[in-house]
């Protein structure tokens, strides 16, 4: 019921990515990213004990410096397994954001979940995806744990929500061979594609928390920590939506909310800096190079087969 056939080709990944939009309507009504993060909530305690994290205390809702733009914050945790369940919602009459995220425990190696929504009244910018939390080309045992099941799933959605084109190409280490990136024009059929996978990877998602099984080999527990801390170091200091954000709330309380919210765990999980993971960003001064990218952009198209091998195609960039 949700394919919208030949629509499919209003999304087009050449179209160029036009931010401003002050002058342009607001996205069409009958779609908000509030029903997303519903579903995901109503979903959850069905199936598990949600509670509230202590970062709702301190972080619930912001007004924007222009006074009306309304950013909403909410977080979770559902012992023993999920660490974090947090979302950023940013609604004003030019865009709609969601940025929903779940983190579990490290005695769990369960991928991330991560919705990642940006959308004007002219663009549509998406990552939905179950980040592996390692390395499939050196753990091909996580592949085959996580993501060999998976692949229909990923593979049905893959050709409703096509492939956005170039993209940061260190991002490519954090998605899995199931990552949905697209950017499409906004039409109401494409909201429905995407509401309907979001749904079904976040059900995907919840059924392997559900399954999971507790490490309790201390190596693989700090394995697993690190790789959780190494991500959100990454996110912390490089996602691309930083900008947008201190656009809204200020650099100050932007860094709060990256730092202590959105990506919390950092001050937690570990102690290494981003140039500890990352030494290409390393200036000369010892500072942490400002571009988002080292190596650029690349990967036209989407860069696994149908079975999930990485394929490299992107030797034209
Ligand atoms: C663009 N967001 C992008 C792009 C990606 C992502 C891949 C395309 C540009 C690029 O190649 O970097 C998302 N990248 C991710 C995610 C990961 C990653 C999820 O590496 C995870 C590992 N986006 C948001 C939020 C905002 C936002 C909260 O998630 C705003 C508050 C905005 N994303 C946003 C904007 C762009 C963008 C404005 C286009 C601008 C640009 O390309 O820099």
Same mark, same amino acid.
Request: glycine content about 0%; charged content about 15%; proline content about 16%.
């Given at each position: 019921a949700w394919s919208c056939g030949n629509n #499919?080709?209003?999304?087009?990944?050449?179209?160029p990515l036009r931010i *401003?939009? +002050?002058?342009s309507p607001p996205? @069409? @009504? +009958?779609? *908000?990213?509030r029903e997303f993060l519903n579903f995901a909530l109503t979903e959850t305690e069905r199936r598990t004990l949600l509670l509230p994290s202590p970062l709702q205390e301190k972080y619930s809702s912001l007004t924007a410096v222009d006074g009306t733009t309304d950013l909403q914050m909410l977080a979770f945790q559902s012992p023993p397994k999920i660490r974090l369940l947090r979302s950023l919602s940013i609604q004003n009459e030019s865009m709609q954001v969601l940025d929903f995220a779940g983190f579990a425990k490290p005695e769990y190696d369960v991928p991330i979940f991560c919705a990642n929504f940006f959308s004007t009244a002219n663009i549509n910018i998406i990552v939905l995806d179950l980040n @592996?939390?390692? #390395?499939? +080309?050196?753990r091909k045992d996580y592949k085959e744990k996580y993501y060999e099941k998976l692949m229909d799933l990923g593979l049905r959605y893959a050709e409703l929500l096509p492939w956005g084109g170039?993209?940061? *190409?260190?991002s490519l280490k954090f998605f899995s061979p199931i990552v949905i990136w697209t950017k499409f024009q906004s039409v109401d059929c494409m909201y429905e594609n995407l509401y309907s996978a979001f749904t079904e990877y976040y059900k995907a998602w919840l059924q392997l928390i559900e399954e999971a099984a507790e490490e309790t080999d201390d190596a693989l527990v700090l394995s697993n920590r690190e790789a959780q801390h190494r991500y959100l170091t990454w996110r912390a200091e490089k996602d691309p939506g930083h900008g947008v954000l201190k656009r809204l709330v200020g650099e100050m309380r932007a860094k709060d909310v990256i730092r202590n919210f959105l990506f919390h765990g950092i001050e937690e999980l570990g102690s290494k800096g981003f140039l500890d993971y990352f030494p290409e960003y390393r200036c000369q001064d010892g500072t942490v190079n400002q571009n988002r990218s080292m190596i650029g952009k690349s990967f036209e198209s989407r860069p696994w087969d149908a079975s999930g091998e990485f394929i490299a195609n992107n030797t034209e960039d």
């Open positions: #499919n080709r209003q999304s087009n990944p050449h179209h *401003s939009v +002050s002058l996205p @069409p @009504p +009958s779609f *908000s990213y @592996p939390l390692h #390395n499939m +080309s050196d170039k993209l940061t *190409s260190e």
